[in-house]
């Protein structure tokens, strides 16, 4: 394996253009945290960004931040923090799910692979957050796409695509995001003991109430059994934890709360936790933590569906019923994370046939090399929405030089 | 007319007949429109200063037909234009006189509304505000409210990323819709998202909105709805220098502050505006800043507060606070009547929609006051002051030679000075043929082959709306050729992998 570091974004181009000279295709690696999600890629050789570190300009009163592509993430939010700023669509860490490094990841690492966190039911995801970014297409080009303001509407939204492209579009250099304000406060309302379809039902009841739920999980009794951490501190045995989240100013967080207790009484008593404690089982739920690597389930495939989100506690249910596996849910169900026991298919096909019933979509987050090899780790579209895409990809990277192969398992060669 | 179109294709035209007549057999009846008095309603759009009469009006009912059509029409090399209500206010939908004007103001249907999902599936044509209103019995609403939100159309709201006042906080039209159904210009049908908060594969719902057109006819949108928060209250605050206001607005976001709406004027939009509907607005400020916090009435009362705080401590001059709801629309009603109040006092007036970093806003005012005496024409601002999009209008007679000229130009010198100051040529009104010549003030001619290269994987043929956004036309094949060889590598010191 041949690592090149490259330094500006100057370097980044000359390095895709001796790459397409040579018809050498490369990956595109930040801190390389997320190396082992997607296909196997057909590559030897490693284009690595996180030199490119610095902070081009912050603006908390513009609510931008610029950064060059390989800043460390964990910096940055450390930074914005001290402004009391956050990025609102809660990016996760992926560490304790991929058994990486602690606190490794560079942002665009993060925008790359787009995984957002809880509060994406109210704030969307990476890709509502990307401004504007400096790339280097396939052509072996810089090029710029959107702009460093929070509204701006000229030229195609470039940067929609590169959000969750897994760096197969371009490299990006530098990117613009949009900041928030941090909420003053939190608070958390924690049912027990229902069911993933009653669970669905009491999220489905909060997003529908006028209380801004900003975080709607729910994590049946089973998936908590072997977990650590804060989820685990507040778990009794065997039972479910279902998890609404409000934020905002504390007197509107708690009045909400009460409020919302009491619209949610049919389904039980719930017991409210309060900010840093109620943030730490967020992390939890973003993190994924009960199926993290260090835990009995290291060698689970992990499979994160998005779908309606009325549909995922009939779906979750019966996919952890049939094959055994475990299921956390998220996004008031439109986010389930399953961790399937081992099969040479990851459970592909069983789980992709029920998926698909009611229009969801799946992709293998972790899996051996030889499963990922074996599938598709990403969901298979459509015929014609698989050739736009292909034409799509094309168009910024014609001779597929660019993580070649890692999204779709047609494009490999 | 100082914008260029692309050069009408004879031999299309000299078809015209057969190819109405095979429309009609696509879209029977009344569908097709050729002749010309009722072709006079599609002439412009919003951007009235630019007419032209199409080819041909159709106006299909069915994705089927829609699909027909654009086969038809790329089978034979003929130009569409798509088009919802109209209202664009930067030519996207100005006809081309060798194309079809694709209309999609028959579809209207609500055809799903899933409160569990959040979500309601609608035809293209149904405009904006019919959204909201078919929700709100279970009290939720769209969020984007652009102010011709009782005309304007969803597929148009999605071709151009449309905004409103309450984008701030609730978003752009982006960051509300789910899936669509888009008729690719060969005639293939796609479906892409769904209820679903995230579509696999690349974000195609992503690029796709704010296209404004070119790179398919939308079909069916599928689109987020929220509830309404327990109520709203608005401030209405009065400062003696638009700098003044400036940094109320940046105190308030930086304390931490997402208002709901935050507007400003400055005196001569105040003028017209209070002339007009009568709001009760101060005359003696120079800038007005309207303020709207929303959510639980506990939150709504303590943020009122807050504000009216930072207001003082920026020497606001008055400041009203709104005790009901209707005093809260009563403020409003200046600011949303604001175009049509400066259409009463001047004769033809351009709306501008640039965007620039917030902190730039008094050296923008203060060159825009330069160039309005440079051209001798005067000029009246509302801005969405939280997201730094001005709005400014210029005010001019068409009637008087070399005025409309004049306008543009300085409209053009507003757009080249938010580009200048680090801002962008268009917050949410779009590039169409109106910004479309100035597309080089933002961007290279490398970032604009790219996007057009985008547009070749959805259009190989530029058959739709071509002469919009961009201000020069590429082939595909030339957009696609490498221009790196083997063998002569420019960078020869770069190890090889
Ligand atoms: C008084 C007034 C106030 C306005 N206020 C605002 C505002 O506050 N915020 C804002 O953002 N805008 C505003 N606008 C601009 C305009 O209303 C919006 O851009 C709106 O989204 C256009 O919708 P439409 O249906 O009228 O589209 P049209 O004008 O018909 O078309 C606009 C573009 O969309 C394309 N298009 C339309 N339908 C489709 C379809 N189904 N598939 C593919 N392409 C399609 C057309 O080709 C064209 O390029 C205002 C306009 C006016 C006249």
Redesign the pocket.
């Known amino acids: 394996m041949d690592t090149l570091k490259v330094r500006d974004a100057q370097e980044v181009e000359d390095a895709v253009r001796a790459a397409i000279a040579n018809e050498q295709p490369i990956e595109i690696v930040g801190h390389g945290s997320k190396r082992t999600v997607g296909q196997p890629m057909a590559t030897n050789a490693v284009l690595e960004l996180s030199a490119l570190n610095a902070v081009t300009a912050y603006e908390p009163n513009e609510l931008i931040i610029t950064v060059q592509a390989g800043a460390p993430l964990a910096d940055v939010l450390s930074l914005i923090d001290s402004k009391n700023q956050h990025f609102a669509f809660e990016p996760m860490d992926t560490a304790a799910l991929l058994g990486t490094a602690p606190g490794a990841g560079t942002v665009a690492g993060m925008i790359g692979a787009g995984l957002a966190g809880p509060r994406r039911i109210k704030a969307g995801g990476a890709r509502d957050h990307l401004l504007g970014a400096n790339a280097v297409s396939g052509f072996g080009e810089s090029f710029k796409a959107g702009g460093k303001v929070v509204k701006n509407v000229t030229g195609y939204d470039l940067c929609k695509l590169l959000a969750g492209s897994w760096g197969t579009l371009a490299v990006m250099t530098e990117v613009t995001l949009k900041v928030t304000p941090r909420p003053e406060s939190e608070r958390t309302l924690v049912l027990r003991g229902l069911g993933d379809v009653a669970a669905n039902k009491a999220m489905t009841a909060a997003l529908g109430s006028p209380y801004d739920v900003t975080g709607a999980a729910h994590l049946p009794g089973s998936a908590l059994r072997t977990t650590a951490g804060a989820l685990a501190e507040i778990a009794q045995p065997d039972q479910s934890l279902t998890l609404l989240r409000l934020e905002g100013i504390t007197s509107s967080a708690s009045h909400r709360a009460q409020s919302l207790r009491t619209a949610l009484k049919s389904f039980g008593d719930a017991e409210l936790i309060e900010d840093d404690a109620s943030a730490a089982l967020w992390r939890g739920v973003r993190d994924v933590e009960p199926f993290a690597a260090s835990g009995p389930r290291a060698l689970w495939p992990v499979w994160r569906i998005v779908c309606p989100p009325a549909a995922g506690g009939a779906l979750g249910e019966q996919l952890s019923r049939e094959s055994g596996g475990e299921v956390i849910y998220d996004w008031g169900g439109g986010l389930i994370w399953a961790a399937l026991p081992p099969a040479a298919d990851g459970h592909a096909k069983a789980l992709r046939q029920r998926v698909e019933k009611i229009a969801g979509h799946a992709s293998l987050i972790r899996g051996s090399d030889a499963v990922r090899a074996a599938i598709d780790v990403f969901h298979p579209q459509p015929a014609g929405l698989a050739a736009l895409g292909s034409r799509v990809k094309r168009s910024f990277d014609p001779s597929n030089i660019l993580n070649r192969g890692r999204m779709s398992r047609g494009s490999a060669t | 007319m100082t914008i260029l179109m692309p050069e009408p294709d004879q031999s299309v035209l000299a078809r015209r007949d057969e190819i109405i007549a095979a429309l009609r057999k696509i879209v029977p009846g009344e569908g097709v429109i050729s002749s010309d008095a009722e072709m006079k309603p599609y002439e412009s759009?919003?951007l009235m200063a630019y007419r032209q009469p199409p080819m041909v009006v159709v106006l299909p009912s069915t994705t089927k037909q829609v699909s027909e059509v654009l086969r038809y029409c790329h089978q034979n090399g003929i130009k569409v234009?798509?088009?919802?209500?109209?209202?664009?206010?930067?030519g996207?939908?100005l006809p081309l006189a060798d194309g079809v004007l694709l209309g999609?103001g028959k579809?209207k249907r609500i055809r799903e509304i899933d409160f569990d999902n959040r979500a309601v599936v609608v035809e293209?044509?149904v405009t904006?505000l019919a959204i909201s209103q078919a929700v709100d019995h279970a009290g939720f609403y769209y969020a984007?409210?652009?102010?011709?939100q009782i005309?304007?159309?969803?597929?148009?709201?999605?071709?151009?990323?449309?905004?409103?006042?309450h984008c701030l906080k609730y978003g752009?039209?982006t960051n509300n819709v789910l899936g669509c159904e888009?008729v690719l210009m060969t005639g293939e049908i796609l479906k892409i998202g769904g209820k679903a908060a995230e579509c696999a594969g690349y974000d195609l719902m992503g690029v796709i909105t704010g296209?404004?057109?070119?790179l398919?006819?939308?079909?069916e949108v599928t689109v987020r709805i929220l509830r309404k928060p327990e109520t709203a209250r608005a401030l209405m605050i009065g400062f003696t220098s638009v700098e003044a206001a400036g940094q109320c607005v940046a105190d308030v976001i930086s304390a931490g502050i997402i208002p709901g709406g935050m507007e400003m004027m400055d005196k001569p939009a105040i003028h017209a505006a209070e002339a007009f509907v009568h709001a009760g607005y101060p005359l003696d400020v120079e800038a007005l800043l309207i303020i709207e916090l929303d959510g639980p009435q506990v939150e709504v009362d303590e943020l009122i507060g807050r504000v009216e705080a930072i207001a003082l401590g920026c020497g606001s001059t008055t400041c009203q606070i709104s005790t009901s709801e209707q005093q809260r629309l009563l403020f409003w009603s200046g600011r949303k009547a604001a175009?049509?109040a400066v259409g009463r006092i001047s004769p033809d007036y351009l709306?501008m929609d640039g965007t620039i970093p917030r902190a730039q806003l008094p050296l923008v005012l203060r060159r825009m006051n330069e160039m309005s005496e440079k051209y001798g024409l005067r000029v009246a601002n509302v801005f969405h002051a939280g997201d730094g999009n001005l709005h400014p209008l210029i005010l001019y007679d068409a009637n008087k030679p070399g005025e409309q000229d004049a306008a543009e130009a300085f409209g053009a010198d507003i757009l080249k000075l938010c580009v200048e100051v680090g801002g962008v040529l268009t917050g949410?009104?779009?590039v169409?043929i109106e910004k479309r010549d100035l597309m080089p003030e933002m961007f290279s001619d490398i970032d604009l082959n790219q996007q057009q290269r985008l547009k070749c994987a959805f259009d190989s043929e530029g058959l739709l709306?071509p002469g919009?956004v961009f201000p020069t036309l590429h082939r595909c094949a030339e957009l696609g050729r490498m221009h790196v060889h083997k063998g002569q590598l420019p960078f020869p010191d770069i190890p090889r992998f």
């Open positions: 759009d919003g234009v798509p088009r919802g209500s109209g209202t664009s206010l930067s996207g939908a999609l579809f293209p044509g904006n984007p409210d652009p102010s011709s005309a304007c159309s969803i597929g148009g709201n999605i071709a151009e990323n449309s905004g409103g006042v752009m039209t888009i296209s404004e057109g070119l398919g006819v939308i079909t175009f049509p709306c949410e009104h779009g169409g709306n919009k």
